[in-house]
C-alpha cells in the first residue's frame, strides 16, 4: 500500500483526522461539490470527524475506500479529495472531489493520473481502473476522459446520490481504464 505520492503541483497524501477543518470548509460541507457524490455533504464539523474516522479505520484495515488529501504545493493547503477501492483483487474503483476555487485548473485530472500510476505500480494483479459519475456530471467524464479512460457506457437507475436523488437511483456512466 502506498500512502503518499506527488504530482507536479501536488503533494496527494493520506487524511488525517488533524485535516477536519480544512476537508469540512474546503469541500465537505459545500452543496455544489458535494451534490454528485455518494456521501451526504456535511451539515456540521462532526460528520468530517466521523468521515475521517471511518477513513482512519479503512487505512489500518488496508481495505476498503482509502481516501487521500490533495495539497497544493504551491500554498500547503487541502484543495480536495481523492481515493481508491480495491475490489476483487483485478479492479479498483476511483473517485475525487474538489473545492470550487479549484475546478477547472486540471489538479483532477493530474491526481487522478498519479494515483492511476501508482495503483499499477502497486497493485500488479489490476487490470482494470474505473469510475463512474452521474450520467450529466460532464465536468467529471470529462475528467476521466483526459486521463485516457473511456467511456463503457450508462448504468440505468444504478446509484442512490444522496444530495440530489437520495430515493430514486441515478443513471451513472461509467469509464475505465484497463491492462492488456
Not at 476511483?94 to 497493485?123: D, K, N, P, R
Not at 463512474?132 to 446520490?161: I, N, P, Q, W
Request: aromatic share 12%; glycine share 10%; net charge negative.
Amino acid at each position: 500500500m502506498f500512502t503518499q505520492f506527488e504530482t507536479p503541483r501536488l503533494i496527494v497524501r493520506r487524511l488525517q483526522l488533524e485535516d477536519a477543518q480544512e476537508v469540512y470548509e474546503g469541500w465537505g460541507q459545500d452543496p455544489e461539490v458535494t451534490q454528485y457524490l455518494s456521501w451526504s455533504v456535511h451539515q456540521s464539523i462532526d460528520d468530517t470527524i466521523a468521515f475521517l474516522q471511518h477513513a482512519d479505520h479503512a487505512w489500518k484495515q488496508g481495505s476498503g475506500h482509502l481516501p487521500f488529501g490533495l495539497q497544493s504545493k504551491e500554498t500547503g493547503k487541502l484543495i480536495g479529495g481523492i481515493g481508491y477501492g480495491i475490489e476483487a483483487r483485478c479492479r479498483a474503483q476511483v473517485g475525487y472531489a474538489l473545492m470550487q476555487s479549484a475546478w477547472g485548473q486540471g489538479f483532477a485530472s493530474e491526481a487522478l493520473e498519479g494515483l492511476i500510476q501508482q495503483i499499477w505500480q502497486t497493485f500488479p494483479a489490476v487490470y482494470r481502473i474505473y469510475g463512474m459519475c452521474h450520467a450529466t456530471h460532464y465536468a467529471s467524464a470529462g475528467v476521466m476522459l483526459k486521463v485516457g479512460m473511456e467511456k463503457e457506457g450508462v448504468f440505468k437507475r444504478y446509484y442512490l446520490l444522496p444530495n440530489i436523488s437520495p430515493k430514486v437511483p441515478c443513471d451513472m456512466a461509467v469509464y475505465a481504464l484497463t491492462k492488456s
